[in-house]
């Protein structure tokens, strides 16, 4: 664990990705943004070929691996850190011999069980993150009548999915976990599950926490008329939730930060960390 939760930049070569689908979809283009990324601090890079934003369709096999293998590869050359974004064992094991060292499945070895077996044989890291369907009906999956609510279902089904992951072969100390917020989850879920992740530290894995511009920020900052502020003006509330997750708000430490904005987060994370650091007059009072 480092001092302060890692960041890990966003880098979607898409058409349809919510937030930025369209912007770098091409490799060349995504590369440069990769670049960019880099410029302003990002630890690590997630590169991913299909949209999981909420009613999205699914690319073919072929159309993900020709867009994330080529930017992985050209990443991966100037040394970066990087992490394919993927649910496929297929494009999973490809982008680990271009040069990824993370895989970032969000649906936790659901999707394609054999995922968890490429990870296994390559070594990689292993994120896992809480999933219960795909995109196009996962909001029909957001019920959690269970006593206590969304925190103990997530770290059941994640314990789940650990279970799994250890039967296949991965380490502990190459797993990590993420609640998932947005998946399959109202937007009280995720607030729930922010403010308890220690509930789900207790499975003892690192966390990585996705809360970038995501609709749940955007359904709190209604305009006059009830609408959800847009994707584009949600980049406040969202270091706003990483400045706390900083400082710990969430009741545990946190690995890593899942950030379309590299600066602004790292940016608010040092500020996040400066607040932590007693001054020398705080540390006199505390001795009167």
Not at 108 to 129: H, K, N
Request: hydrophobic share 50%; with cysteine; proline share 5%.
């Amino acid at each position: 664990m480092t001092s302060r939760p890692l960041v890990m930049g966003v880098v979607n070569v898409t058409p349809d990705s919510f937030s930025d689908g369209g912007q770098h979809a091409d490799p060349e283009s995504a590369v440069a943004h990769g670049r960019r990324l880099l410029a302003d601090g990002a630890d690590i890079l997630d590169v991913g070929g299909e949209s999981t934003r909420p009613g999205a369709t699914r690319p073919l096999v072929g159309e993900e691996l020709d867009r994330v293998v080529p930017v992985i590869e050209a990443l991966a050359a100037d040394g970066a850190l990087l992490s394919v974004d993927t649910m496929r064992a297929e494009v999973a094991a490809r982008a680990v011999a271009a040069g990824a060292r993370i895989v970032n499945d969000v649906s936790g070895g659901l999707a394609d069980p054999e995922i968890l077996d490429v990870v296994a044989e390559t070594g990689a890291t292993y994120v896992a993150m809480h999933w219960r369907a795909h995109s196009h009906h996962m909001q029909e999956f957001a019920e959690y009548d269970a006593q206590g609510g969304v925190v103990p279902a997530v770290r059941a089904e994640l314990a789940d999915r650990v279970a799994a992951i250890r039967a296949a072969g991965i380490a502990d100390d190459r797993i990590v976990l993420d609640p998932g917020l947005g998946f399959a989850k109202h937007a009280h879920h995720n607030w729930e599950l922010l403010r308890r992740l220690d509930v789900l530290a207790e499975l003892g894995f690192p966390l990585l926490v996705g809360a970038s511009r995501k609709t749940f920020l955007g359904r709190l900052l209604v305009d006059a008329g009830g609408a959800p502020r847009p994707v584009e003006g949600r980049e406040a509330a969202s270091v706003a939730v990483t400045t706390l997750l900083g400082v710990g708000a969430g009741r545990a430490p946190v690995w890593c930060v899942r950030v379309h904005d590299v600066r602004a987060h790292r940016d608010a994370l040092a500020v996040a960390a400066q607040w932590a650091v007693p001054t020398a007059d705080s540390e006199a009072r505390d001795i009167l």
